[in-house]
């Protein structure tokens, strides 16, 4: 079972940034498209990101487009989500996961994704 892990999450005030990263093996990262999804308190996980194998597609649900940037280094294992102009309502868990092969899914649900880490929790406020 491929494991992933999230890192880089914790409180943040509006208006500001952070940071998650998701490491894996080298398997995943060598033939995944992968991608992040929350899970807001009370609420159901909903997709936020996601990119193709070698980055040459990524897309994004419309409440982080222009404020999140998805990314990833498939030499080191890592994937990222850069998140700026952050509100209170981006408090949630933020999940890292990856499908079973390179492309992008039309859909993004969470039934396209094989891989999951167990979270990292998110937290805007002031």
């Known amino acids: 079972q491929a494991q992933l892990i999230e890192s880089g999450g914790g409180l943040a005030q509006p208006g500001g940034s952070l940071t998650l990263t998701c490491t894996g093996s080298?398997?995943?990262?060598?033939?995944?498209?992968m991608g992040w999804f929350r899970q807001p308190p009370g609420k159901e996980r909903q997709f936020v990101a996601a990119i193709s194998r070698f980055s040459s597609n990524a897309l994004f649900s419309d409440f982080v487009r222009d404020r999140f940037t998805i990314s990833r280094d498939n030499a080191k294992n890592l994937l990222y989500l850069q998140m700026n102009s952050l509100k209170p309502e981006d408090t949630a868990v933020y999940y890292c996961?990856?499908?079973?092969?390179?492309?992008?899914?039309?859909?993004?649900?969470?039934?396209?994704?094989?891989?999951w880490g167990r979270g990292v929790q998110v937290t805007v406020s002031s």
């Open positions: 080298g398997r995943i990262f060598g033939t995944s498209a």
């Open positions: 996961a990856a499908r079973d092969h390179g492309t992008l899914s039309s859909q993004n649900t969470e039934a396209d994704f094989r891989f």
